[in-house]
T-cell receptor, first 113, second 113 residues
Framework: KAGVTQTPRYLIKTRGQQVTLSCSPI?????VSWYQQTPGQGLQFLFE???????NKGNFPGRFSGRQFSNSRSEMNVSTLELGDSALYLC????????????FGPGTRLTVL | QKEVEQDPGPLSVPEGAIVSLNCTYS??????FMWYRQYSRKGPELLMY????GNKEDGRFTAQVDKSSKYISLFIRDSQPSDSATYLC?????????????FGKGTKLSVKP
């Protein structure tokens, strides 16, 4: 069974631009969560989607948004990029409930210059 | 008081040593307790998952939860160089739709041959 895949793996953007990251969950998984990982703050929860609906949201500004498609694939978007948005963005999928085991993808490394 | 505290290390041990990794937490509502391992440039990988106080063993790994002290531990027996990674404790408060993982900042472990 294929694992969680994320594209692209690396991305370089400049301040003010916007970026879209993609996540394909494990087949059969309907819940997709997004996390931001930085050396200073560690892993922080961004949001979770289930059946195309945002089910839970972390404490991030509105510049961070996401969506989920009918095939459970998910995208997250960051608008008006800031230097502090440089991070590893991780996607995790689970079957139904968030309490089910979450499997992480390899992440997208975003660098904002 | 921080919700989760984890010593960042780094922790360096010789091959074959017993490793003890710990986290403390303050939120009594946490119901699920996890340990993830993250290799460099990879996403976190679930090692252990428990939802009760006590010990859970899986091969060379033992997870210990003490809810009364709000303290969890991961023990690695007969440590190997391949165990060199960052270990993250994670917690979940699952109630209705409000489930998401709260992570410690990770302990970087190096096992020397």
């Amino acid at each position: 069974k294929a694992g969680v895949t994320q594209t692209p793996r690396y991305l370089i953007k400049t301040r003010g631009q916007q970026v879209t990251l993609s996540c394909s969950p494990i087949s059969g998984h309907r819940s997709v969560s997004w996390y931001q990982q930085t050396p200073g703050q560690g892993l922080q929860f961004l949001f979770e989607y289930f059946s195309e609906t945002q089910r839970n949201k972390g404490n991030f500004p509105g510049r961070f948004s996401g969506r989920q498609f009918s095939n459970s694939r998910s995208e997250m978007n960051v608008s008006t990029l800031e230097l502090g948005d440089s991070a590893l963005y991780l996607c995790a999928s689970s079957r139904e409930r968030t309490a089910d085991t979450q499997y992480f993808g390899p992440g997208t490394r975003l660098t904002v210059l | 008081q921080k919700e989760v505290e984890q010593d960042p290390g780094p922790l360096s041990v010789p091959e074959g040593a017993i490793v003890s990794l710990n986290c403390t937490y303050s939120n009594s509502a946490f119901q699920y307790f996890m340990w993830y391992r993250q290799y460099s440039r990879k996403g976190p990988e679930l090692l252990m998952y428990t939802y009760s106080s006590g010990n859970k063993e899986d091969g060379r790994f033992t997870a210990q939860v003490d809810k009364s002290s709000k303290y969890i531990s991961l023990f690695i027996r007969d440590s190997q160089p391949s165990d060199s990674a960052t270990y993250l404790c994670a917690f979940m408060n699952y109630g209705g739709s409000q489930g998401n993982l709260i992570f410690g900042k990770g302990t970087k472990l190096s096992v020397k041959p």
